[in-house]
C-alpha cells in the first residue's frame, strides 16, 4: 500500500463532514446519513488495507509514514502535518471506521423521528466530523496533531451530548462533559511542556522521534523511575482520566448519555473514551520508565472499575447501566496497560468496542421500539417481540461477563491474569515488596463478578419476565409517539434491517473477536498470540516482566472467576426471573440501605465535587472575578479609556477633525516626522 | 560611480521626497495633490535603486517595479475619484470637500 | 569625477523640477515639469546601473501615467489662473510645510551615519532585465508579481466603474 494514502483515511469524513455541512437543510436523514456513511466505509476500507499490509509482511514493515506539509518550524523543533500508521495505530483504526461505519449506518433507521427531522444533517455532520477528529487522535505522528485530534474528539462529543440542545438539561450534560474533560486537558498539557522543557536541546514532538531520544538517553528525563518521568507520566495520565472517564474525572460519562443512543455507542462506549489507553499505549515506553506512575494507574484503574460497577448495580436507566458499565471496563483496561499488559489492555479496548457498542446499539434499539422509553422497570419480555435485537443482547451480554469463548472472556481474562502475575517491582507505588498486584487482581475479580450480576439484571430485566410497560406510558422526554408514525399503539416492535443488521455483524465481531488473540493454552497455528505478535514491535522499548506468580496458578485463578461470575448470574436470574416479586423484600433484608442509597445516589460524587469545588468556584467567580475584578477593575480601565478618549477627543475634534483630507495627511506626516527622529537619534 | 558614493544619492531621495510631501500637504488642486504623491513614490525608489546598487542585489529594482505598479494602479483609481469629485461639485478644490467629517 | 558631475547635475535639475510640479497654478504646467522630473530620475537610474529600472520608469511613469493625468486635466477642462503667483499661503499651508520640513529633516539627519559610505564598481550584468527578470521568475517573487497583476486588474476595473457614468 502506497503510504501516501495514509491521508485519504481522515480526508474522507472531513469531507463528508463539509459536504453535508454545506447541504444542510437539504439533505434528508437518508442522504446525509448515506454520504456519512458511505466516508466512513471508505476510511474503513482504506484501514483494513493498511492492517492487512502491515500483518502481512510479518514484521518487516515496521509502520507506515506519510508526510502531507511542514506545519510548524520553529528553532530545532519541526511539526509535520504527518500521519503514522503502526500495528497500534492500524488495528485502532480498523476499530474506529469499522465500529464507526456500522453505527453510522445504525443511525440512518435511529434518528427517524420527525421531530429531528430538520437537524438530522447535523448529527450526521458532526459524527463524520468526530470520525475525522479521532482518526486524527490515533494517526497523528507527534503530540500536537494528537492534540488537536484530543481537542476535536472532545468538541464533537460536546456537540452530540447537547445534540438536543433544548432540553436545557442535556445542553448542561454536554458542558459538564466539555468542563470536566478541560481539567484533563490543562494536566496532559502540562505533562506535555514539562516532557518538551526536559529534553532541552533535543526537544521533538514526534512519537518515533521521541521513543528514539528517550531509549538512547534516558538521563534527560531523570532515568528510570526518576521524579521528573513520573510527573510527567501521572500529569499526562491526568489527561487520560479525563477523556477516558476514570477517578476522580469519570463523572461526565453518566451524564452523557443525554446525546442519542449511537453516540454513545460510537463515541462513548468504543473510540473517543479509549483514546487516553491508546495515548498510554502509544508512549508506553514513557510510562515503563515510570514504575510509580504504573502503580497509580493499575490502581485508579482497578478502583474506578469496581467502583462504577456499585453504582451501576442499581441504576434503573439502561442507558445509565451501560455508562457505569463502560467506565468500569474502562477502569480494566487502564489496570492492564497499568500493570504492563499492553497487548491485554489493548485487546481489550477492541472486544470492549465490539460489544459494548453492540449493547449500545441493542439499548438503543430497545429504546427506540419502546418509544424513547428507557426505564428498565417499564421494560420486560422484550425477547418475544424483538428477536433479533434481544438475541445480538444476549450475545453481547456473553461477551462482556467473560463467558467461556466470547471475545470478552479471552481480553478480560489476560488482563486479569496478567495483573496477578505482573513483578510488584514495576508497580512501585508501595514499595517494590508490596504485594500489589494480588491486591489488584482481587478487586479485578470481584468487579468481574460484579458485572456479571449488573449485566444479567439488565439482561433480565428488559428481555426476561413479563412486560411491564405500555400501560399509561408516560411521555416524560417530549417524543409522542402518535407523531411516530408507526400507526400501532404502544407494543414494542422489531427494528428495521437498517438498525439491526449491524447489530447482527457487532454480534458476530463480539463473539469471535476473541480469536484475534487466543491465549497459550488454546494453541491454533496463527490464532495463538496473533495480537500479541503483531504488536509486539510497538511495545519493544518498554519491557515488563510477568514472573511475579506461578504459572500454574493461571488455570485455577480463572476457573475461580469463572465460578464467581456464574453464581452472581444465577443470583441475578433467582432475583429478576425467579422471584421478581420478593425482589424489594429481599433487598431490604439482605443489603444495609446505606449500601443501596449510596450505590442508587452514585456515592454522592456529584454533590460532593458540587459542594467542594463548583459551589466555591462559582461563588469566587461572583463575588470576586465577576463582581471586583471584571465589574470594577477591568471595566473600570476599559470604560475610563473610552471615557478618558472622549474627553481628548471633544477637544482634538474641533481642531483637526475638519473633514479636509490634508489635516489628516498632516497628521500622517507629523507622525511620520516622529518615527523618523526616533530613527535619527536612535541610529 | 565609483566617484559618488551612496550618501548624495539617499540626499537628493530625501529632498525628493520633502518637495513631493510640501506638494501634499499645501496644495489644494486635487490633481496637484496626485501628482505630488508620484513624486513621493518616485523619491522612495531612488532609495531603492541607490540601496540596491550599494548592495549589490537587484532585489532592490524588484521592488522599484513593484511600487510603479503600484503607482500605477493608484494613479487610475485616484484619477477616476478626482473625475467622480469633479462631477459632484464641478471643482477639484479640496477646500471644498469635508466628506471624512464623521 | 566626470560621472560625479553628471550625477550632481541631474540630481538638481531633478529637484528643480519637482519645486516647478509643487508650485504651479496651472495643472498642465505641473504636469509637464512631472514629465521632466521623471525623466531626469530615469537618467539617475542609469547612472545607478538600474537599466530594467530607468527603462520602465519611462515607459509606466513618463508615458502611462502622466498621460493619463493629462488626460484627465483636458477632460475636466480646468482654467488655472495662468502665470499668476500662488495666493499667500493659508494657515494650514504653512502647518503642512512646517511638517512637511520636519519630515524631510528628520531623514537628512537620520542619513547622517551613512556619510561615508562609498559605492564600488557594480558586477558584471547588474541590474540588467535579464537579472530582474531572472529573480522575479525564479520564484523569489514569483507570487508577488502575480499579485502585482492582480492588483492591476483590479484597479483598471474599479477605475472603470468609478468614472463611466452609466454601465
Given at each position: 500500500?502506497?503510504p ?7 480526508a474522507?469524513?472531513?469531507f ?5 455541512a454545506?447541504l444542510n ?11 456519512a456513511?458511505?466516508?466512513v ?7 483494513f488495507w493498511?492492517l492487512?499490509?502491515l ?6 514493515l515496521?509502520?507506515?509514514h506519510?508526510r ?7 528553532g530545532?523543533v519541526?511539526v509535520?502535518?504527518a ?7 492500524a ?6 471506521t469499522?465500529?464507526g461505519a456500522?453505527?453510522h449506518?445504525?443511525s440512518?433507521?435511529y ?7 430538520q437537524?438530522?444533517?447535523r448529527f450526521?455532520?458532526y459524527?463524520n466530523?468526530?470520525v475525522?477528529a479521532m482518526?486524527?487522535l490515533?494517526m497523528g505522528?507527534n503530540?500536537l ?10 468538541l464533537?462529543?460536546y456537540?452530540?451530548i ?5 432540553n436545557?438539561?442535556?445542553?448542561k450534560?454536554?458542558k459538564?462533559?466539555?468542563?470536566t ?7 496532559f ?12 536541546d533535543?526537544?521533538t514532538?514526534s512519537f ?8 538512547a538517553?534516558?538521563?534527560?528525563v531523570?532515568?528510570?523511575g526518576g521524579?521528573l518521568?513520573t510527573?510527567?507520566?501521572?500529569l499526562?495520565?491526568?489527561g487520560?482520566?479525563g477523556k477516558?472517564?476514570?477517578i ?12 442519542p ?5 460510537l ?11 491508546y495515548?498510554i ?5 514513557l ?9 497509580v494507574i493499575?490502581?485508579?484503574g482497578?478502583l ?9 448495580m ?8 451501560l455508562?457505569?458499565?463502560?467506565v468500569s471496563?474502562l477502569?480494566?483496561m487502564f ?7 499492553f ?5 481489550h479496548?477492541v472486544t470492549?468496542?465490539?460489544f459494548?457498542?453492540l ?14 422509553e428507557?426505564?428498565m ?11 433479533i435485537?434481544g438475541?445480538?443482547?444476549l450475545?453481547?451480554w456473553l461477551a ?17 491474569w496478567?495483573?496477578?502475575a ?7 507505588l ?18 468481574a463478578?460484579?458485572t456479571?450480576f449488573y449485566?444479567?439484571?439488565?439482561v433480565?430485566?428488559?428481555f426476561?419476565?413479563?412486560h411491564r410497560?405500555g400501560?399509561?406510558h ?6 409522542h ?5 408507526h400507526?400501532?399503539?404502544?407494543t ?10 449491524p447489530l ?6 463480539s ?8 491465549p ?5 497455528e496463527?490464532?495463538t ?12 522499548a ?5 514472573d511475579g ?9 480463572m476457573?475461580?472467576t469463572?465460578l464467581?461470575?456464574?453464581?452472581s ?13 420478593d425482589l424489594?423484600q429481599?433487598?431490604d433484608?439482605?443489603v444495609?440501605d ?11 460524587v456529584?454533590?460532593?465535587y458540587?459542594?467542594?469545588l463548583i459551589k466555591?468556584?462559582?461563588?469566587v ?7 471586583v ?10 470604560n475610563?479609556a ?10 482634538y ?5 475638519t473633514g479636509?483630507?490634508?489635516?489628516y495627511?498632516?497628521v500622517?506626516a507629523?507622525?511620520?516626522?516622529v ?8 541610529g | 560611480?565609483?566617484?559618488?558614493g551612496l ?18 500637504l ?21 532609495a ?14 524588484v521592488?522599484?517595479?513593484f511600487v510603479m505598479?503600484v503607482?500605477?494602479?493608484e494613479a487610475?483609481v485616484?484619477l477616476a475619484?478626482v ?9 477639484v ?5 469635508t466628506l471624512l467629517k464623521? | 569625477?566626470?560621472?560625479a558631475v553628471?550625477f550632481?547635475?541631474?540630481?538638481i ?13 496651472n495643472p498642465i504646467?505641473a504636469?509637464l ?5 521623471f ?9 545607478l ?8 520608469q519611462?515607459l ?6 502622466m498621460?493619463?493625468f ?13 502665470g ?5 499661503p ?5 502647518v ?7 519630515v524631510?529633516?528628520?531623514?537628512v ?5 551613512l556619510?561615508?559610505v ?9 541590474g540588467t532585465?535579464?537579472?530582474?527578470g531572472g529573480?522575479?521568475?525564479d ?9 502585482a497583476?492582480?492588483l ?6 474599479g477605475?472603470?466603474?468609478l468614472?463611466k457614468?452609466?454601465i
Amino acid at each position: 500500500m502506497n503510504p501516501a494514502l495514509l491521508g485519504l483515511v481522515p480526508a474522507f469524513p472531513l469531507f463528508g463532514a463539509i459536504l453535508i455541512a454545506l447541504l444542510n437543510r437539504k439533505a434528508s436523514r437518508v442522504v446525509a446519513g448515506g454520504i456519512a456513511t458511505l466516508m466512513v466505509s471508505m476510511s474503513a476500507a482504506l484501514s483494513f488495507w493498511t492492517l492487512a499490509t502491515l500483518w502481512s509482511s510479518h514484521g518487516a514493515l515496521e509502520s507506515l509514514h506519510h508526510r502531507l506539509y511542514e506545519w510548524i518550524s520553529v528553532g530545532g523543533v519541526q511539526v509535520d502535518i504527518a500521519f503514522l500508521a503502526d500495528p497500534l495505530t492500524a488495528v485502532m483504526m480498523c476499530v474506529v471506521t469499522g465500529v464507526g461505519a456500522l453505527i453510522h449506518l445504525y443511525s440512518v433507521g435511529y434518528m427517524d423521528d420527525p421531530a429531528d427531522a430538520q437537524s438530522t444533517w447535523r448529527f450526521f455532520a458532526y459524527l463524520n466530523l468526530f470520525v475525522f477528529a479521532m482518526l486524527l487522535l490515533i494517526m497523528g505522528d507527534n503530540f500536537l496533531l494528537m492534540f488537536v485530534g484530543w481537542e476535536g474528539v472532545g468538541l464533537c462529543s460536546y456537540l452530540l451530548i447537547g445534540f438536543w440542545y433544548k432540553n436545557t438539561d442535556f445542553a448542561k450534560a454536554g458542558k459538564k462533559a466539555f468542563i470536566t474533560n478541560r481539567v484533563g486537558d490543562f494536566s496532559f498539557l502540562i505533562g506535555l511542556f514539562m516532557l518538551f522543557w526536559a529534553l532541552g536541546d533535543q526537544a521533538t514532538l514526534s512519537f518515533v522521534e521521541l521513543k528514539g531520544t528517550l531509549v538512547a538517553q534516558p538521563e534527560l528525563v531523570g532515568g528510570h523511575g526518576g521524579t521528573l518521568v513520573t510527573a510527567i507520566a501521572l500529569l499526562l495520565f491526568g489527561g487520560a482520566t479525563g477523556k477516558s472517564a476514570q477517578i476522580p474525572l469519570f463523572v461526565w460519562l453518566p451524564d452523557a448519555m443525554a446525546g442519542p443512543t449511537p453516540v454513545s455507542a460510537l463515541i462513548h462506549a468504543a473510540t473517543m473514551v479509549t483514546s487516553g489507553i491508546y495515548m498510554i499505549s502509544r508512549l508506553s515506553f514513557l510510562f515503563a520508565m515510570a514504575p510509580v506512575a504504573m502503580g497509580v494507574i493499575a490502581t485508579v484503574g482497578a478502583l474506578t472499575a469496581l467502583f462504577a460497577a456499585t453504582i451501576a448495580m442499581t441504576q434503573t436507566d439502561i442507558k445509565k447501566v451501560l455508562a457505569y458499565s463502560t467506565v468500569s471496563q474502562l477502569g480494566y483496561m487502564f489496570l492492564g496497560v497499568g500493570v504492563g499488559a499492553f497487548t491485554a489492555g489493548f485487546f481489550h479496548v477492541v472486544t470492549h468496542a465490539f460489544f459494548k457498542a453492540l449493547l449500545f446499539l441493542g439499548a438503543g434499539a430497545v429504546i427506540h421500539a419502546m418509544h424513547h422509553e428507557q426505564d428498565m422497570r417499564k421494560m420486560g419480555g422484550l425477547l418475544s417481540k424483538m428477536k433479533i435485537t434481544g438475541g445480538t443482547m444476549l450475545v453481547a451480554w456473553l461477551a462482556i461477563i467473560g463467558f467461556p469463548g466470547t471475545s470478552g472472556f479471552f481480553s478480560k481474562d489476560e488482563i486479569l491474569w496478567l495483573t496477578f502475575a505482573a513483578d510488584p517491582a514495576q508497580l512501585a507505588l508501595f514499595g517494590p515488596e508490596f504485594p500489589l498486584p494480588k491486591l489488584l487482581w482481587i478487586i479485578g475479580a470481584i468487579t468481574a463478578a460484579m458485572t456479571a450480576f449488573y449485566m444479567s439484571r439488565l439482561v433480565f430485566m428488559t428481555f426476561f419476565g413479563a412486560h411491564r410497560g405500555g400501560h399509561g406510558h408516560d411521555d416524560g422526554h417530549g417524543h409522542h409517539d402518535d407523531a411516530h408514525g408507526h400507526g400501532h399503539g404502544h407494543t414494542p416492535h422489531e427494528v428495521s434491517p437498517l438498525m439491526w443488521a449491524p447489530l447482527a455483524v457487532l454480534a458476530l465481531l463480539s463473539l469471535g473477536g476473541g480469536l484475534l488473540n487466543l491465549p497459550h493454552w488454546i494453541h491454533v497455528e496463527g490464532l495463538t498470540g496473533a495480537l500479541h505478535h503483531f504488536l509486539e514491535p510497538v511495545f519493544a522499548a518498554a519491557p515488563m516482566s510477568f514472573d511475579g506468580a506461578d504459572s500454574s496458578l493461571e488455570l485455577p485463578l480463572m476457573g475461580l472467576t469463572l465460578l464467581m461470575i456464574l453464581t452472581s448470574v444465577f443470583i441475578a436470574w433467582y432475583l429478576y426471573v425467579r422471584n421478581p416479586g420478593d425482589l424489594v423484600q429481599t433487598k431490604d433484608e439482605l443489603v444495609p440501605d446505606l449500601l443501596y442509597r449510596g450505590s442508587l445516589h452514585k456515592w454522592w460524587v456529584d454533590e460532593l465535587y458540587e459542594a467542594t469545588l463548583i459551589k466555591p468556584i462559582v461563588l469566587v467567580s461572583r463575588q470576586v472575578l465577576w463582581a471586583v475584578v471584571d465589574a470594577e477593575l477591568v471595566d473600570g480601565a476599559v470604560n475610563g479609556a473610552a471615557k478618558a478618549m472622549r474627553r481628548i477627543s471633544e477637544v482634538y475634534g474641533e481642531l483637526a477633525q475638519t473633514g479636509r483630507v490634508q489635516t489628516y495627511a498632516m497628521v500622517l506626516a507629523a507622525g511620520t516626522a516622529v518615527i523618523v527622529f526616533a530613527f535619527a537619534v536612535g541610529g | 560611480m565609483d566617484q559618488v558614493g551612496l550618501y548624495p544619492v539617499l540626499f537628493t531621495s530625501a529632498v525628493l521626497f520633502t518637495i513631493g510631501a510640501v506638494g501634499v500637504l499645501t496644495r489644494r488642486n486635487a490633481l496637484i495633490v496626485l501628482m505630488s504623491i508620484e513624486l513621493m513614490l518616485n523619491a522612495v525608489n531612488l532609495a531603492f535603486v541607490g540601496f540596491a546598487r550599494h548592495l549589490g542585489q537587484v532585489d532592490g529594482h524588484v521592488f522599484a517595479v513593484f511600487v510603479m505598479a503600484v503607482a500605477a494602479a493608484e494613479a487610475a483609481v485616484g484619477l477616476a475619484l478626482v473625475l467622480l469629485l469633479f462631477r459632484h461639485k464641478a471643482t477639484v478644490d479640496l477646500e471644498n470637500f469635508t466628506l471624512l467629517k464623521g | 569625477m566626470l560621472q560625479a558631475v553628471i550625477f550632481y547635475t541631474l540630481a538638481i535639475a531633478a529637484v528643480i523640477a519637482g519645486v516647478v510640479v509643487v508650485t504651479r497654478r496651472n495643472p498642465i504646467s505641473a504636469a509637464l515639469a512631472l514629465v521632466v522630473a521623471f525623466f531626469f530620475q530615469a537618467a539617475l537610474y542609469v547612472l545607478l546601473d538600474a537599466h530594467f529600472v530607468a527603462v520602465t520608469q519611462v515607459l509606466v511613469y513618463a508615458g502611462a501615467i502622466m498621460v493619463l493625468f493629462v488626460f484627465v486635466i483636458m477632460l475636466l477642462n480646468l482654467r488655472g489662473d495662468q502665470g499668476a503667483a500662488l495666493p499667500q499661503p493659508s494657515a494650514r499651508a504653512q502647518v503642512g510645510l512646517a511638517v512637511a520640513g520636519l519630515v524631510g529633516t528628520g531623514l537628512v539627519t537620520s542619513l547622517d551615519a551613512l556619510r561615508r559610505v562609498d559605492m564600488g564598481p557594480a558586477a558584471e550584468g547588474f541590474g540588467t532585465i535579464q537579472q530582474v527578470g531572472g529573480l522575479i521568475f525564479d520564484g523569489t517573487y514569483l507570487l508577488p508579481f502575480e499579485v502585482a497583476s492582480v492588483l492591476l486588474t483590479v484597479a483598471m476595473v474599479g477605475a472603470v466603474v468609478l468614472a463611466k457614468r452609466e454601465i
